[in-house]
């Protein structure tokens, strides 16, 4: 029978069990003022909040404990004692403290004011020393995507923040890890194969990332799921099209470098920090048609997203 990528089985091997925020169960209401909603995922909301006392924004993540009748807690506990863990990397997202209610445990999050990175230029390189500070210690995030990558302000852009570490797991914890995780979009070709997880499957997704940065197109998403995991495991990526007429030689070999099937073929995310593309000094461009506005320029390791497209 097909294994199904949304299966959860399996999923709370070597999951995380010390943390060491405490977790209060006085209500978040009489600290912080809710003052609306940031995002939302299948099993959490994210709301913006505002601490009383001293006027500070914070994101909370609303993260139901029971899900699919089934308790959830240790998985919370775990993206905590995650996020705990790459307390010293600057382009995670801090934990401040946590709540817990009947339903939920609440992390207060530092709050990233610049939203998601999509429709904004974003310098590239930061997201390879993230990626490359987590795996130094040993942790995968598994669901590297736009949506989780955050801006900490809009204008001028800051700096970038990983978010969301639900499917992030600490390798050489259980030996092997296999489980079927991800968004189909986004998934490794080894992902679909229940063949192991390394930290190249990070790059994978650095490897999209990059691919959506610069065209604004999704790579692999087809008009199906069926579709969509077919094409990653052919690596079905078209580099002639129109989209990629005005992206840097240094840009496709980025992307090309990094959306190989084998894993080991990969380069690591210290290997893609030193790639020219990085390195290379160009305009930054917003993605918006008319409006070529020009949002950053900078000396050095910088991703320049392609000019937008003229349409009349
Ligand atoms: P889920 O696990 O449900 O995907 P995420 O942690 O990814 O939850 O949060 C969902 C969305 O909420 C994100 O895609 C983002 O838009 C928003 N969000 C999450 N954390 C923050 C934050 N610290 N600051 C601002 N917005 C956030
Ligand atoms: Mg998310």
Redesign the pocket.
Known sequence: SRRRLDSRSGISAGLLTEIQTSITTEPLESVYEITGE???????V?KRCVEKATGKVF?A?FLRKRRRGRDCRAEVIHEMAVLEMSRNNARV?NLHTAYETDHDIVLL????AG??IFDHCVSEELLPEGVHHLHQSNLVHLDLKP??I?LTSLSPPGDI?I??F?LARRLGAVGELREILGTPEYVAPEILNYEPITTATDLWSVGVIAYMLVTGESPFVGDDKQETYLNVSQVNVDYSREAFSRVSELAVDFIRKLLVKAPEDRPSAAECMSHPWLWQPQLCLSPEPTATRIIRERSCGIKWAAPPEDTE
């Open positions: 940031l995002g939302r995922g299948k099993f959490a994210v994101a993540k997202v999050l530092e709050y990233a939203g998601e949506q989780n955050l923040k978010v969301d639900g």
